[in-house]
Each structure stands twice: as structure tokens, then as C-alpha cells.
């Protein structure tokens, strides 16, 4: 029926509504074990991928696999993946316990399941309260429960976080973790709140205007992106002058009057601008985040135009197993590493 790896497979997927090309030419990959966090400025595409990976959109081309099957061909699909693309799908009469005793029996588990799941996400206590009276938090509780209630080798989950308080943020960031990586499933996580997600994922999957700007572990990403140290100078010219004579060449002035210099090291930058006689009133080290490459990434989509033409932002090989791709296909999808 498939091959039970667990992997999600993405290859050359697009779609296309009328003129619109919600999503073009999409490929990555989601591997047992990991958590990957599927981001993009809202009406990037996320949400179509998501629905043409579980079989609710179809796509116009190119292949959605969950262990090497089609979603329509996994037999009873929520024994093999559970998801999570919105969480009204309630009766507001019926409690959490019966909610998820009726979708038990539609996927052929045992009803003890429904008090297991229920004490998985934490709803123990709550299980004969109606599900109309819970809050938007215990809704996305609820629905991760009925998600969970197939114990299935792959989620995927769209913005779980929506609604939760901080305290079941780090529930579920905890959960997920331990779900993909002591079990060995796998975990697809779509969402905007990047720093939150930057806490959990171990690769990323970053897109806008339907097509991929970043696919890769999210450590390489932020290596790619170079810290910098803002210094507050007496006089900015000065220094910049200083420092580019002494083979500091990534220096640039802030609109706030401070100097930006990558490259190198607070220490370094004070023992220079001592040395020339510059006083210094403050340096602070900026380190790069997933926040701020996100926006990088991204920015084209609402900063282009009506005729803006977007450019791939990275390169590099296509995942192992991939079959090679045509030249129209290696102009329209990148890989990797950031480009040199």
C-alpha cells in the first residue's frame, strides 16, 4: 500500500486557479525524525500545499506523496498521517470524549483511543465539557487530539499555536519535538510566528508568491547570514574610514548614526578605533535571526509591483532521490546553500 518510511515528498508542485498561480513548481522533502516549519507571508501558497499533500485540492502538476503514495491511495489515511488545517469542526453539544468517540469509529479505533488523546493534549479534565464552551486554545487542543487519535507516523499542522496561552506554546513545542524526534515520526508545521517556530524546527521550507526562497536545515540558513556588531561612534566617518583601512571592508553607516560592521569582532573594532583616537559610546552584537531572514526572503512579494518578476534567492543541489530536472525546471527551482 506504501513504503511506511514516513517521508513527505514535495516535487514540482503547482497550481493554478484561473490566473493565478497560488503555487509554482514547489519541491522539498520532510524526513522522519525532524520537524520542518513551512513558512510564508500570508497568500504565499502555504495553505494550497497543504491542501493538494492531503488530497482536498487537486493539483494542476507535479506529485504530493506521504510515503510514497498519493494521499487518496494510503487506504485509511488517518492511520498514516493526521492533520490540522482548522479547528471548527465541532459540534458545540457534543463533548470533547464523544467528538472524538465518533471520529474513532470512522477510522476503526478502539473509543478508549478518545481518553488516551484526550490526556495526551492535556484535556484530561475536560472531557465531558461541550465543545462549544471551550476556548480557542482548547479548540486547537482538541483538534491536535483528534489528529493524534490514528497515532499516525506523520502531522501536519497548520498554525497549532493560534490561540494557545505562552505556557501551552512550550506544551506543544515539547510535544512536537518529542513526537518527531524520540518517536520517529515526522512533523510538517506551517506558521507565522517565526520565532516561535525557530525554537522548534530542524529544517525550513520558506516560500512567498508560490515559489521557494529557502529549503534546507535551519542552522545552514542561519549560517548564511553573517552576525554583526552596530557601534556608536563619536564620529561614524571616522571609524568607517579606519576600519576600511585596516581591511574591514563590510562596514556600513545606520540612518540612526551608528556604524554597522560585519566580519568582525567587538574587540577587534574597539583596539582599532581606540588606536585612531575615536571615542566609542556603546557596540552591541546583532545577531542574525530566523525573524529577519524571513523578512529578507520574503519582502519581494509586497515590495515588488504589478511587475515584479521574483528571482530565486538560493541554489544548490536537489534532494537525494530526486530525478534530474530540466533546464526550465533548474531556472524556476533552486536548492540549498545560499548563493555566492
Known amino acids: ?8 515528498v ?6 493554478q486557479f484561473g490566473a493565478v498561480n497560488a503555487v509554482q513548481n514547489l519541491s522539498f522533502t520532510v524526513e522522519p525524525g525532524s520537524v520542518t516549519g513551512f513558512l510564508g507571508p500570508n497568500g504565499a501558497g502555504k495553505t494550497t500545499t497543504l491542501r493538494m499533500l492531503l488530497g482536498l485540492v487537486t493539483p494542476t502538476s507535479g506529485a504530493a506523496t506521504i510515503n510514497g503514495r498519493p494521499h487518496s491511495q494510503l487506504g485509511n489515511p488517518a492511520r498514516v498521517v493526521g492533520s490540522v488545517l482548522e479547528n471548527e469542526g465541532f459540534h458545540p453539544s457534543r463533548t470533547a470524549r464523544n467528538h472524538l468517540r465518533v471520529y474513532a469509529a470512522a477510522i476503526g479505533v478502539p473509543d478508549r483511543r478518545a481518553d488516551e488523546v484526550l490526556g495526551l493534549v492535556g484535556l484530561g479534565s475536560a472531557a465531558d465539557r461541550k465543545a462549544g464552551g471551550f476556548s480557542l486554545g ?10 493524534l487519535l490514528g497515532d499516525p507516523q506523520v502531522l501536519v499542522l497548520d498554525e497549532p499555536t493560534n490561540g494557545l496561552d505562552p505556557e501551552g506554546i512550550l506544551w506543544l513545542r515539547n510535544f512536537l519535538r518529542s513526537y518527531a524526534r524520540e518517536q520517529r515520526r515526522t512533523v510538517l508545521v506551517s506558521s507565522h510566528l517565526l520565532n516561535e517556530v525557530e525554537q522548534l524546527i530542524d529544517q525550513v521550507v520558506i516560500i512567498s508568491q508560490g515559489i521557494t526562497r529557502y529549503y534546507g536545515p535551519l542552522d545552514q540558513l542561519r549560517k548564511s547570514q553573517q552576525s554583526r556588531v552596530l557601534v556608536q561612534p563619536a564620529d561614524p566617518a571616522a571609524l568607517v574610514k579606519t576600519l576600511q583601512e585596516n581591511g574591514i571592508q563590510q562596514v ?7 556604524v554597522a560592521v560585519a566580519g568582525s569582532s567587538v574587540q577587534q573594532i574597539g583596539d582599532l578605533a581606540a588606536k585612531a583616537g575615536i571615542a566609542v559610546y556603546g557596540m552591541q552584537e546583532d545577531h542574525a ?3 529577519r531572514m524571513f523578512f529578507q526572503l520574503t519582502q519581494g512579494q509586497y515590495t515588488g509591483g504589478p511587475g515584479y518578476q521574483p528571482q530565486p534567492q538560493y541554489q544548490g543541489p536537489p534532494p537525494p532521490g530526486y530525478p534530474p530536472s530540466g533546464p ?3 531556472q524556476q527551482q533552486h536548492w540549498g546553500g545560499p548563493q555566492r
Open 10 to 15: 514535495v516535487q514540482n508542485l503547482s497550481k
Open 328 to 330: 526550465q525546471q533548474q
Open 1 to 8: 500500500m506504501h513504503d511506511g518510511s514516513g517521508r513527505i
Open 252 to 258: 556600513s553607516p545606520t540612518p540612526d548614526g551608528r
Open 138 to 147: 482548547m479548540r486547537q487542543r482538541l483538534a491536535l487530539a483528534t489528529a
Open 289 to 291: 535571526d530566523l525573524e
